[in-house]
């Protein structure tokens, strides 16, 4: 099992920033990817950038260039820098962790931009 523990989220007003962290803990651990989904009202949730162990990176097109995904494996760590944020971005950030093959989801954290 792996428990994950989102924070960062808030209220930020368009063009602004916000850092997103999540913490992985288990038993036993062995992540292959870290990913951010989010999930607008109305709206299917989407992946927005994803981590392999090796350091590939990649985002939904709407965010290119604006958010930065990270990881730290020494402290089961992944994060999300979101820079020049829109009101479009308005959402519950979920972070995603595929362990064994398996996937988990933590309970999400919510990210509100004003225009």
């Known amino acids: 099992q792996v428990q994950l523990v989102e924070s960062g989220g808030g209220l930020v007003q368009a063009g602004g920033s916000l850092s997103l962290s999540c913490a992985a803990s288990g038993s036993s651990l062995s992540i292959f990817a870290m990913a951010w989904y989010r999930q607008a009202p109305g709206k299917q949730r989407e992946l927005v950038a994803r981590?392999?162990?090796?350091?590939?990176?990649n985002y939904a097109d709407s965010v290119k260039g604006r958010f930065t995904i990270s990881r730290d494996d020494a402290l089961n760590m992944v994060y999300l820098q979101m820079n020049s944020l829109k009101s479009e971005d308005t959402a519950v950030y979920y972070c995603n962790v595929i362990n064994y093959g398996l996937d988990y989801w933590g309970q999400g954290t919510r990210v509100t931009v004003s225009s």
């Open positions: 981590i392999t162990g090796g350091g590939s990176t």
